[in-house]
């Protein structure tokens, strides 16, 4: 990779750091003053956000279509405009009928713009493996800081000037990126062609793997959801105190890190089972360990294994599609399955909260676990896919 390939790849990871605390998790800080402000239920207020999240997994396999016929610009700009347009008209609402506009707005735009184009982007951009899985762990390592600094960010814009100076605040913040995206990304990233033996393999590929692909993924947004949901509910049931279970909690996004910046490091090739087994064992294990040892230190060490594990994951996915079907068909794939982890976003908060109130947390999260163990077989046979094995 040339240094300004480089550069533009550590620019791209900002720009989806700034992205995802703008669009998707400055929600969470947003809910109650939308709520008071607005007169009306939490649950109005959520519906809004999974209405942008189901627009959002709608689109995602036409969105990359998009990419794989190379208008990268095109989606970008789009994306951006649709973000600002939907910030602004969510410091606008008065009312229902314009938060829930907002939220669609900046549901599409999210398609547009988070994990999965940004992927693509890199995929179609660089050729050698081993910088291409470096490149999308720097991206992943910038996105993964977003909660981290967005979410007391936007508490604070919001204590200091309230709510709809948090949302204008972040159509600036948009404006950012898309200087960022049109100055030095979107020059620096170009498309490459995919070779004719890996297009023959697309082909080939699509109804043996892709059913299997979602499977993995799906199963593994959904137990990560799952526990987000659950967890701090589920620890105070237990005698802990809502400050110790939140800070449990924290221990989920701080892990995702380490994992990537190993990967950002490696040098040399991985085991195949690295972004395949590895994840979901981490996954299930730490489930497990939140749900059958009842000690708050013993649940925040294992929040950060089933958080390594979903870190790992991440990454997994794009890998492991562009290895598959080749990368400039990698978009295409890559939304189907962020179709399917859109829809598990959307739904998996009230359908496992409901659950858990006739069957019990407990018994939710182990359901959970048990689903995770049960992909692993799946996982095992997409790790040798062309008989030798794809990492």
Not at 22 to 31: D, E, K, M
Not at 313 to 319: D, G, H, I, M, V
Not at 344 to 368: D, E, F, K, N, Q
Request: net charge positive; aromatic share 8%; proline share 4%.
């Amino acid at each position: 990779m040339s240094p300004t390939q480089k550069r533009a790849v550590w620019l791209l990871g900002l720009c989806q750091c700034i992205l995802w605390g703008v669009l998707y998790y400055s929600f969470s800080v947003l809910l109650v003053p939308l709520e008071q402000a607005l007169e009306t239920t939490r649950t109005v207020v959520a519906g809004a956000f999974s209405t942008g999240l189901i627009a959002m997994a709608c689109i995602a396999p036409q969105v990359g279509r998009w990419l794989d016929s190379g208008y990268s610009r095109r989606v970008t700009h789009y994306g951006l405009a649709l973000a600002m347009l939907g910030l602004l008209l969510l410091g606008l609402s008065d009312g229902i009928a314009l938060l829930y506009a907002a939220w669609l707005v900046m549901g599409i735009a999210m398609a547009l713009l988070l994990y999965e184009p940004a992927f693509v982007l890199v995929m179609h951009a660089v050729v050698e493996p081993g910088h291409r899985l470096r490149s999308l762990a720097a991206v992943t390592i910038m996105g993964g800081l977003a909660s981290t600094i967005f979410l007391p960010l936007t508490s604070y814009v919001i204590d200091l000037w309230g709510w709809r100076a948090a949302a204008f605040s972040g159509a600036c913040a948009v404006l950012l990126v898309a200087y960022l995206m049109e100055a030095w990304v979107l020059p620096s990233l170009p498309s490459m062609q995919q070779d004719a033996e890996r297009a023959a393999f697309t082909h080939k590929a699509w109804p043996r793997f892709m059913p299997s692909l979602a499977v993995v993924f799906g199963i593994g947004s959904l137990a990560s959801i799952a526990l987000t949901t659950l967890l701090i509910p589920f620890l105070i049931e237990r005698g802990t105190s809502a400050s110790a279970a939140a800070l449990v909690l924290a221990a989920f996004g701080a892990a995702q890190l380490p994992g990537r910046i190993w990967l950002l490091r490696q040098t040399r090739a991985l085991s195949a089972t690295t972004l395949t087994i590895t994840p979901i064992l981490l996954m299930a294990l730490g489930m497990l360990g939140v749900t059958l040892v009842d000690n708050p230190w013993i649940s925040l060490v294992a929040v950060a294994v089933f958080g390594l594990g979903a870190g790992l994951q991440t990454l997994a996915k794009p890998w492991l599609v562009q290895a598959i079907y080749g990368s400039s068909s990698a978009g295409q794939w890559n939304g189907e399955i962020a179709r399917v982890q859109g829809f598990a976003r959307a739904v998996t908060p009230v359908a496992v909260a409901g659950v858990s109130i006739v069957w019990g947390i407990a018994s939710v999260l182990v359901a959970m676990a048990i689903l995770l163990a049960a992909t692993l077989p799946i996982a095992h046979r997409l790790r040798t896919t062309d008989g030798r094995g794809i990492l």
